[in-house]
């Protein structure tokens, strides 16, 4: 028997096309067949705020409260859109409500968490979340929750050596650090030349989809950016079992290819090694070449723009299920390159870690991360730790 088709997951594929208006036709049509529902006013009210409409999407949280007061998503929802109106008292208290609410997934709780913890140190707003408009979970597992108990450990080369000795399943968590010695620049110094809200949100790619591919020039430029000491290390590692990254740029791929190693990899914000037309479905081949054509953005034969296969603000991390299951059966994750300001790639060493995994950070600083979990954490560019682990000095 084929399932019916359900309405707010058609509403889903859509947002995630960057396509408010189909979604919310979606929504409401689901709101016309099966009456008036929480979860279908947070979606409505995600939607607003994809656009920017902070007041309608306050508007459809409070309806969504109103028909359920426990509701936590739209608590979760509600808070940020406040937040973002200065709204902060009143966010926090909805943050709250949304821990011990229903409707949650793990990562979202601990999203929610970290948010009100952020709030609750006085910080005047949600800095990372300005532009990650809450989504509805699809599949919601009983939350386990936990109470955060953060620790920073000193760890030393030979620590990290033994470690990596001992572990029988290691997962890798990489950012954007991983590829600065490969030329690359890291998020940060983009947004310093970029309107960050502007470059990378789905919706703004259907209205003037040249200022990403203007983003995709600036970030890679002209030349080839070879995988460096660190991509070849962790290619290397004894008893890896997956990659997770938030990177775009595919070189832990090169790095695995010319180590002969066929480790997972998972991109959980896609890559810029593919692109498609957004008309026809047609692949193009590696955004990083196409970026140089005179005339941005490139489009297909058919007339279609063409887009990398990159997740946008709006648009939901790829493989995030398969990448909790892999860090929480892991006994060492090691984080590296990480701003971990990110959701969901932040949540990941919160969840291995409460699974009981050793976490390591290979970091110059320790991130926000030891605020939630021991972290053991080795100091340094990770090019330099990573180098430093395959040989035998002490
Ligand atoms: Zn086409």
């Given at each position: 028997?084929r399932?019916?088709?359900?309405?707010?997951?058609?509403?889903t594929?859509?947002r995630?096309?960057g396509d408010?208006?189909?979604?919310?036709?979606?929504?409401?049509?689901?709101?016309?067949?099966?009456?008036?529902?929480p979860?279908a006013?947070v979606?409505?009210?995600?939607?607003?705020?994809?656009?920017?409409d902070l007041d309608?999407?306050v508007?459809?949280?409070?309806?969504?409260?109103?028909?359920?007061p426990d509701h936590?998503?739209?608590?979760?929802s509600?808070?940020?859109?406040?937040?973002?109106?200065g709204?902060l008292?009143?966010a926090?208290a909805?943050?709250?409500?949304?821990?011990?609410?229903?409707?949650?997934d793990d990562?979202?709780?601990l999203?929610?968490?970290?948010q009100?913890?952020?709030?609750?140190?006085?910080g005047d707003?949600?800095?990372?979340?300005?532009?990650a408009t809450?989504?509805l979970a699809?599949s919601?597992?009983a939350?386990?929750r936990?109470?955060?108990?953060?620790?920073?450990?000193?760890?030393?080369?030979?620590?990290l050596?033994?470690?990596?000795a001992r572990?029988?399943?290691?997962v890798?968590?990489?950012?954007?650090?991983v590829?600065?010695?490969?030329?690359?620049?890291t998020?940060?110094?983009?947004?310093?030349?970029?309107?960050?809200d502007?470059?990378?949100?789905?919706?703004?790619?259907?209205e003037?989809?040249?200022?990403l591919?203007?983003v995709?020039?600036?970030?890679?430029?002209?030349?080839?950016?070879p995988?460096?000491?660190a991509?070849?290390?962790?290619?290397r590692?004894?008893?890896?079992s997956?990659?997770?990254?938030?990177n775009v740029?595919?070189?832990?791929?090169?790095?695995a290819?010319?180590?002969?190693?066929?480790?997972?990899?998972?991109e959980?914000?896609?890559?810029?090694k593919r692109?498609?037309?957004?008309?026809?479905?047609?692949?193009?081949g590696?955004?990083t070449?196409?970026?140089?054509?005179?005339?941005?953005?490139p489009?297909?034969?058919c007339?279609?723009?063409?887009?990398?296969?990159v997740?946008?603000f709006?648009e939901?991390?790829?493989h995030l299920?398969r990448?909790?299951?892999?860090?929480?059966q892991a006994?060492?994750?090691?984080?590296?390159?990480?701003a971990?300001?990110?959701?969901p790639?932040?949540e990941?060493?919160?969840?291995?870690?409460r699974?009981?995994?050793t976490?390591?950070e290979i970091?110059?600083?320790?991130s926000?991360l030891c605020?939630?979990?021991p972290?053991?954490?080795v100091g340094?560019p990770?090019e330099?730790v990573l180098?430093?682990?395959e040989?035998?000095?002490r």
């Open positions: 028997m399932r019916p088709v359900d309405e707010l997951e058609l509403a594929r859509a995630e096309e408010v208006a189909t979604s919310r036709a979606w929504v409401l049509s689901h709101l016309a067949k099966h009456g008036d529902a979860d006013r979606f409505l009210g995600s939607l607003a705020h994809l656009e920017g309608e999407a508007r459809c949280h409070r309806r969504a409260l109103s028909l359920r936590a998503p739209a608590h979760a509600l808070a940020v859109a406040l937040a973002q109106r709204e008292a009143t926090r909805h943050l709250e409500a949304s821990l011990e609410g229903e409707g949650l990562v979202a709780w999203r929610a968490e970290r009100r913890a952020s709030l609750a140190l006085g707003a949600l800095p990372h979340e300005r532009v809450p989504m699809r919601v597992r939350p386990r936990i109470t955060a108990h953060g620790e920073t450990i000193a760890c030393s080369i030979a620590s050596r033994d470690h990596v572990a029988r399943t290691i890798v968590l990489s950012g954007a650090g590829s600065r010695a490969s030329g690359l620049e998020r940060k110094e983009l947004w310093q030349r970029f309107v960050r502007d470059a990378v949100s789905a919706v703004r790619f259907r003037s989809p040249e200022v591919w203007r995709v020039r600036a970030f890679w430029g002209e030349e080839d950016h995988p460096n000491a991509h070849l290390a962790i290619a590692l004894p008893s890896l997956a990659i997770v990254t938030q740029d595919s070189l832990h791929q090169r790095a290819d010319a180590a002969g190693r066929t480790t997972e990899i998972l959980l914000h896609g890559t810029l692109t498609r037309c957004l008309a026809c479905a047609r692949e193009h590696d955004a070449v196409l970026a140089r054509r005179d005339v941005l953005p489009t297909c034969a007339g279609g723009v063409i887009r990398p296969d997740v946008l709006g939901r991390a790829r299920e990448a909790i299951a892999r860090v929480e006994d060492l994750v090691i984080v590296v390159g990480c971990m300001d990110v959701s790639a932040s990941l060493p919160v969840l291995a870690s699974a009981g995994a976490i390591i970091k110059r600083t320790p926000r605020q939630m979990i972290v053991l954490h340094g990770a330099h180098a430093r682990l040989g035998d000095d």
